[in-house]
């Protein structure tokens, strides 16, 4: 009986208790990082429209600057930057093309143009003006939705990230 002890020792490997405990703590691992993980990857894709929108302020600024007045995404000369659009953006019109009150909107070029569900609503003046990006960041049915306007105040109106 001995001898055979003896035999066993010189072999070497893990028992199957060893690895299941190295399994159960990766999965508790795994359960507690892939949320976080996701919930960072969508704060990412915000960046699109906090960009886009910043783009859009420094645009209308420089139109204003030439122009006096506001002018809508294809007098500005303005349109999404990137190759993957998640967001739709909205504008008011100046109505100096006959469309006044009326909405424009930049699609992005694989998506159909989401409805404008968020306050305050995209809006232009003479004094001032609102653009708005609309987009469903992680799939659910919730919108996100930013807002900048004329003073460079960006706003989350509705935040499709969920905690």
Do not use: C
Request: hydrophobic share 35%; net charge neutral; glycine share 12%.
């Amino acid at each position: 009986m001995l001898s055979k002890l003896r035999g066993k020792k010189g072999k070497k490997g893990f028992t199957l208790i060893e690895l299941m405990i190295v399994v159960a703590i990766i999965g508790i691992l795994a359960a507690i990082a892939i949320p976080n993980f996701l919930r960072f990857q969508a704060k990412s894709k915000q960046s699109e429209a906090k960009t886009n929108l910043g783009g859009i302020f420094t645009a209308q600024t420089s139109y204003f600057g030439e122009k006096n007045t506001f002018g809508t995404f294809s007098h500005i000369a303005w349109a999404p930057v990137g190759t993957t659009q998640l967001y739709t953006y909205y504008s008011g019109s100046n109505g100096t093309d006959g469309t006044a009150g009326t909405t424009d909107v930049k699609n992005p070029p694989t998506a159909a143009a989401i409805s404008w569900t968020g306050t305050p609503t995209p809006a232009m003046s003479g004094t001032g003006f609102t653009s708005g990006a609309i987009g469903n960041i992680d799939s659910d049915a919730s919108y996100d939705i930013w807002v900048i306007d004329d003073q460079k105040n960006l706003q989350n109106v509705s935040d499709d990230v969920t905690i």
